[in-house]
């Protein structure tokens, strides 16, 4: 069951991520649907961020803005989300995703740190056994109303035994 929204992360979800809560990046879920297999996020930059912090910023030259690979890391976060509140994946359980591949992934403009941005993540399309999981994904992140990331992402999902170790070996094809 889909929590009101928007929602604010809960410890139950925090406690469920394959990393620490500190690199999230989202700190809202602000849509969870469904019947259209998408979710949206904010995603504050007002706050220090990875590899953002880290720039040796110049106002002319280098600008501080919100890193790509900051944004790509968002996108797999965003992944998780995505799978934890639509189809009820839970890592605790044994749930694991791993991205895959980076597909026409575009940035089409630097975002200064201040307003947030809003990340939506829709499933393209899925093949979907028991145990393992092959997902494509669209994305978009705006700021300020613009476009400032953008691509499709795919990645395998398995869930694991105890005592097990996820391995990505044997297919899973993307489907059709």
């Not at 499709?152 to 990505?168: D, F, H, L, N, R």
Request: hydrophobic share 40%; charged share 20%.
């Amino acid at each position: 069951m889909l929590p009101p929204l928007p929602h604010r992360f809960d410890a139950a979800f925090l406690a469920d991520l394959p990393y620490d809560p500190e690199v999230l990046l989202f700190d809202e879920l602000l849509e969870a649907d469904p019947a259209n297999k998408v979710v949206i996020c904010r995603m504050p930059t007002d706050v220090p961020l990875p590899f953002t912090t880290s720039q040796r910023a110049d106002p002319l030259r280098h600008p501080q803005h919100v890193a790509g690979a900051t944004l790509v890391h968002a996108s797999g976060m965003l992944g998780f989300i995505h799978s934890y509140y639509l189809y009820g994946m839970r890592h605790a359980d044994g749930w694991i995703g791993y991205g895959t591949h980076l597909y026409q992934v575009t940035f089409r403009k630097l975002v200064p740190p201040g307003s947030p941005i809003v990340a939506a993540c829709r499933e393209v399309r899925g093949r979907r056994g028991p145990s393992k999981q092959f997902v494509k994904y669209a994305f978009e992140f705006r700021h300020e109303g613009d476009v400032c990331y953008e691509g499709e992402q795919s990645a395998v999902w398995m869930k694991v035994g105890e005592g097990e170790v996820p391995g990505m070996d044997g297919e899973v094809g993307e489907g059709n």
